[in-house]
């Protein structure tokens, strides 16, 4: 079975430094790989998402991942970090041909100090 | 973009009561739906695949009479915690994906979550 390893449960980085979020997958094939993003009261958003193809993903809110097959890797990263950023941020695979069904990673809290 | 919407937001309820949670898609159909559980500083757990018009299908460990799982229609899903106990105390979390006409686009919508407090 697949399983996914955020090895940082919180991190904290000052308003405008740049961010990586780890996340390392196990699995015979490459899945397909996820970014969600959960803040206080609300659902979780999806930021990116990896198939196929290029292996740097662009995501939304200036976010980007890049997935290193050598490495079972697929880290998170955004250049300049925003105090909105601070939040729940969580890995997620799934085996391919089952796009829906998502096993997570245990999260990463992001704090920003200003 | 589609939502899903849960409710209740949060729930107490003594020991031995039934708690029913809604999950519901408000723009988009869906045939499909997930519900996770999630406890304090852990990752979200899988708990069931809902299907809509047929029964849902339980992940391994989860108790199929204690979490009984109901998808009316194509736009809801119920999750009813039958005699609830403390420790059923926890976050459940419903989720649907956007279905195309290719098949699944590869993207699920979460509803905010709905925190049940047992006493």
């Known amino acids: 079975a697949q399983s996914v390893t955020q090895p940082d449960i919180h991190i904290t980085v000052s308003e405008g430094a740049s961010l990586e979020l780890r996340c390392n997958y196990s699995y015979g094939a490459t899945p397909y790989l996820f970014w969600y993003v959960q803040s206080p009261g609300q659902g979780l958003q999806l930021l990116l998402k990896y198939f196929s193809g290029d292996t740097l993903v662009q995501g939304i809110k200036g976010f980007e991942a890049e997935f290193k097959r050598s490495q079972s890797s697929f880290n998170l990263r955004k250049p300049s970090v925003h105090w909105s950023d601070a939040a729940e941020y969580f890995c997620?695979?799934?085996?391919?041909?089952?796009?829906?069904?998502?096993?997570f990673g245990t999260g990463t809290r992001l704090q920003v100090t200003l | 973009g589609a939502v899903v919407s849960q409710h209740p937001s949060w729930v107490i309820c003594k020991s031995g009561t039934s708690v029913k949670i809604e999950c519901r898609s408000l723009?988009?159909?869906?045939?499909?739906m997930f519900w996770y559980r999630q406890f304090p500083k852990q990752s979200l757990m899988l708990m069931a695949t809902?299907?809509?018009?047929?029964?849902?299908?339980?992940e391994q460990g989860v108790e199929k009479d204690k979490f009984l799982i109901n998808h009316a229609s194509l736009t809801l899903s119920t999750l009813t915690v039958t005699s609830a106990h403390p420790e059923d105390s926890s976050f459940y979390i419903c989720?649907?994906?956007?279905?195309?006409?290719?098949?699944?686009?590869?993207?699920?919508?979460f509803g905010e979550g709905s925190r049940l407090t047992v006493l």
């Open positions: 723009d988009f159909q869906a045939t499909t």
């Open positions: 997620a695979v799934a085996v391919t041909g089952t796009a829906s069904k998502l096993t």
């Open positions: 809902s299907n809509e018009g047929s029964k849902a299908t339980y």
């Open positions: 989720s649907a994906p956007l279905e195309t006409e290719r098949g699944i686009s590869g993207e699920l919508f």
